[in-house]
């Protein structure tokens, strides 16, 4: 059933990969119950693994948690997760789409189509935080967040299982801060609370 909508103050684009589940964890686990962004997530997963996440997630933060569908309707507290073998796309209007279209990066969901379509639909109320992972995923969309006036955050070198994808991120010269993982959730809460 799709989610509707209440209208949230901007939007959260995480994207992770290898390493992500405890990254990912700590940075929601960290998030109040009255956080006034929506959150949409991107976790790489091995090809025919189902996908656990909304459910393991959803035990370690006060937000609400689910996987995406056609058509949900982004709100304030509730994270939405890309399904496996969909990238995830967000809509003016705030409404979420599902595409099968071939892979970024060799990855289905990606991020670089999800922080695009992010910063097409909510220009500078959007953070992309691009967490631990391999490869360069990310680095595309991260331009076109900066480009729309959004905010770009990295996780350090010190806390990442694999520093690929935040080092190509950085790279692009589109990153606002690069943080330990601990302080990301934090750093989100101040931002997001300047929008509400």
């Not at 998030?31 to 991107?42: D, E, I, N, S, Y």
């Not at 995406?68 to 399904?83: K, N, S, Y």
């Not at 770009?152 to 690069?178: K, L, N, W």
């Amino acid at each position: 059933m799709a989610v509707q909508n209440d209208g949230p103050a901007g939007v959260v684009a995480l994207a992770a990969s290898r390493g992500g589940f405890g990254a990912l964890s700590q940075t929601l686990g960290g998030l109040p119950a009255t956080f006034a962004a929506a959150v949409v997530v991107v976790q790489h997963l091995p090809s025919g693994y189902k996908s656990l996440l909304p459910e393991s997630l959803g035990r370690r933060t006060r937000l609400v948690v689910k996987e995406a569908e056609e058509g949900d309707c982004l709100r304030p507290g509730c994270v939405f997760i890309a399904p496996p073998h969909r990238h995830l796309l967000v809509n003016p209007g705030g409404t979420l789409s599902l595409s099968g279209s071939a892979k970024v990066h060799h990855a289905r969901p990606s991020a670089d189509p999800l922080f695009s379509s992010v910063a097409a639909s909510f220009g500078d109320k959007v953070v992309a935080v691009v967490l631990t992972g391999g490869d360069s995923d990310g680095s595309g969309g991260v331009r076109a967040v900066k480009a729309a006036g959004g905010t770009v955050i990295a996780q350090d070198e010190r806390t990442c299982e694999d520093f690929s994808m935040p080092r190509e991120a950085i790279a692009t010269g589109c990153v606002d801060m690069v943080l330990a993982l601990e302080d990301i959730a934090p750093v989100l809460v101040g931002l997001v609370g300047k929008w509400a």
